[in-house]
């Protein structure tokens, strides 16, 4: 199967199977990224995926565009160049796939072998050239963090009863960054006085990470839960041996090419306590051009000494969920931290947790995780709307996993049957006829944003994955955010809704670390009977019901920092609706192929090796 697009063309033989359906999130490596970018003095290390060792390494080693030694860069074995042949960059039949999700880089075969290379085109004017950059994209003052105190304080109480905010984006107009926060904001004294706090997520840079503390916490203990192992859980305990104050927890991945995914901060205070859900790894590259999400709870107040039982719990349950999170891990350092969450007054959240975790599940236990999870709060809180069969879903995500042979195989069948379901009278509905909208960022999307192509290292949808399922390319949409400000600052954002017709109000949001993939969501087994999901995810439901609202739906708010001229109630989705199809030229961003045909804003190319 082939595909052709302005960048070249790609090509996989249909005898690369995969032994895996977990091929999505970021792909592990037992091999550690040694950081020289900015903001890094100190060579840190830290375990990473294989697709962001190359964005970091395309970013510290640029191939320039008009490099003709670029070459160089690959083994001659891998490529040759023809003089007159424009068709672009295959792969051989002979390349067979990477293992799956989890194995060591060792245990991988080149990804790639370049047959063919086209001369590049030269590129419409509409299109940024090598010493061309909008405005937006030129370089400028860095984001403001935590000193401009009254500021912060406004948007922990001013009018956001959401309280979902996107991280601060270098490089953008100063507006776009008034509303939003970075990690030093979140950790800033302003939110409470620290005596303790836990970081839950995937890939960690310990050093950098205790430098976004401010200098009176950074010596405050610190509970670190990721999900490493053998070399790379060797070379976080190393990152947090010189700090007394860390303490690791290894979070139980028994089934195979699983990842712990989610992304939490847990921050007790003497004032109280501070539940933050995102989607940022804790890295600096995270936290700098991209568009990332964040839930922050409110301060949670310590409840009067011996209160027992169900004191404290939310409208949403939120209390009880996350203390049964918490209990999944089967640790008895996060058992300290599920018996301080009881300790404390959550009644005040409005939001439905929403988590995976490894395991196989069977009967009502299937109603506790992943997709069934959803299933279950949308049926119990929801209600049925007038003509939802009209009302499309939305998934927008980071990378993708394998989907199957075709749309009936999960994203179709038991995937959308709980998306679309809408209060307690479900009704059968024609699935296929109910749209679904899938935004993930094309090549251009890529090559024209903020960081360049680089940022398509946090973006590791791959070529093996991509060619065995063309079919779900039909339902991709072009990444935009006009709205906030971040159409040029890639997602690594999650978010799943239920908009209108007409995009003007949604029946729901989520946002969560799961991209599209069965190891996040779940995907049934055993004659449907049995639920398996392998990784550690967790997100944020909004409920209009929860919101003190009976319409069944927010409306969206038409600006993401609009001020004060629209209700409160309308909801600030940090990307435009209704999103665009992808054109017949347009192609899903894929990491390890090659694109050298057009540069990107800083006049690279991207060559993944």
């Known amino acids: 199967m082939s595909q052709e697009s302005e960048h070249g063309r790609w090509t996989v033989s249909s005898s690369d199977e995969s032994t895996e359906e977990n091929d999505d999130a970021e792909k592990p490596s037992t091999s550690s990224l040694s950081l020289s970018g900015h903001g890094k003095t100190s060579g840190s290390q830290y375990p990473c995926s294989e697709a962001r060792k190359v964005g970091q390494k395309r970013k510290a080693s640029p191939v320039k565009f008009s490099d003709k030694s670029f070459s160089t860069e690959i083994s001659p074995a891998k490529i040759q160049r023809t003089s007159q042949e424009g068709l672009g960059w295959c792969l051989s039949s002979s390349d067979e796939e990477p293992e799956s999700e989890g194995q060591p880089k060792h245990a991988q075969k080149e990804a790639v072998k ?28 860095h984001y403001k963090v935590a000193s401009e105190g009254q ?25 776009y960054n008034s509303g939003a926060l970075h990690i030093k904001d979140i950790l800033s004294p302003l939110f409470g006085t620290l005596v303790s706090s836990a970081q839950f997520n995937y890939c960690i840079d310990v050093e950098w990470l205790i430098r976004q503390y401010p200098q009176e916490f950074r010596k405050k203990p610190l509970l670190i839960v990721h999900g490493e192992k053998r070399e790379s859980k060797a070379e976080l305990h190393a990152q947090a041996h010189p700090y007394e104050n860390v303490r690791l927890c290894q979070a139980k991945l028994d089934i195979a090419f699983g990842t712990h995914h989610t992304k939490m901060m847990l921050l007790l205070y003497e004032e109280g306590l501070r539940v933050v859900i995102h989607t940022s790894n804790l890295i600096d590259a995270d936290w700098d051009q991209k568009t990332q999400g964040i839930w922050l709870s409110p301060l949670y107040p310590r409840l009067p000494h011996g209160t027992t039982g169900s004191a404290g719990e939310s409208v949403t349950n939120f209390k009880s969920d996350l203390i049964l999170y918490l209990m999944t891990y089967n640790s008895p350092t996060l058992k300290e931290w599920a018996d301080i969450i009881q300790e404390h007054d959550l009644s005040e959240t409005r939001v439905y947790l929403l988590g995976s975790t490894p395991g196989r599940y069977q009967g009502n236990q299937k109603e506790k995780w992943g997709h069934f999870r959803l299933r279950k709060l949308l049926k119990e809180y929801t209600s049925p709307i007038p003509a939802q069969e009209s009302w ?12 199957g042979a075709d749309q009936s195989k999960w994203l179709c069948s038991e995937f959308q049957e709980s998306l679309i379901t809408l209060g307690g009278t479900v009704k059968t509905l024609a699935k296929p006829d109910i749209p679904i909208h899938l935004i993930y960022p094309t090549v251009d999307n890529v090559r024209q944003s903020l960081e360049g192509y680089p940022a398509g290292g946090s973006l590791p949808y791959s070529i093996q994955t991509a060619q065995k399922q063309l079919w779900l390319h039909s339902y991709f949409h072009k990444w935009s955010a006009e709205t906030s400000g971040r159409s040029h600052a890639m997602p690594h954002i999650k978010t799943y809704m239920r908009p209108s017709p007409d995009f003007q109000k949604i029946a729901w949001f989520l946002v969560t670390s799961a991209n599209l993939s ?31 609202l009976d319409t069944g739906y927010f409306h969206v708010k038409k600006k993401m920092f609009s001020g004060s001229n629209e209700p409160v109630t309308s909801f600030p989705v940090p990307y435009d609706l209704p999103p665009e199809q992808y054109g017949s030229k347009d192609r899903p961003w894929i990491w390890n192929i090659p694109y050298t045909k057009a540069p990107d804003t800083h006049g690279n190319m991207w060559v993944p090796s």
């Not at 499309?392 to 989907?403: E, K, L, N, R």
Request: glycine residues 10%; aromatic residues 10%.
């Open 114 to 141: 370049v047959e063919k290379f086209s001369a590049p085109k030269k590129q419409p004017s509409h299109r940024c050239e090598d010493n061309e950059l909008p405005v937006s994209q030129k370089p400028g003052k």
């Open 518 to 548: 069965k190891a996040a969501w779940g995907a049934l087994e055993k004659n449907g009977t049995q639920l398996m999901i392998r990784s550690y995810e967790l997100g944020v439901l909004f409920l209009p019901s929860a919101f003190g």
């Open 392 to 403: 499309p879903v939305i998934g927008q995500f980071s990378s993708i996993g394998s989907m």
């Open 151 to 175: 500021d912060t304080w406004d948007l922990l109480n001013g009018g956001n009863p959401f309280r979902f905010f996107v991280t601060k984006v270098k490089g953008i107009k100063s507006k």
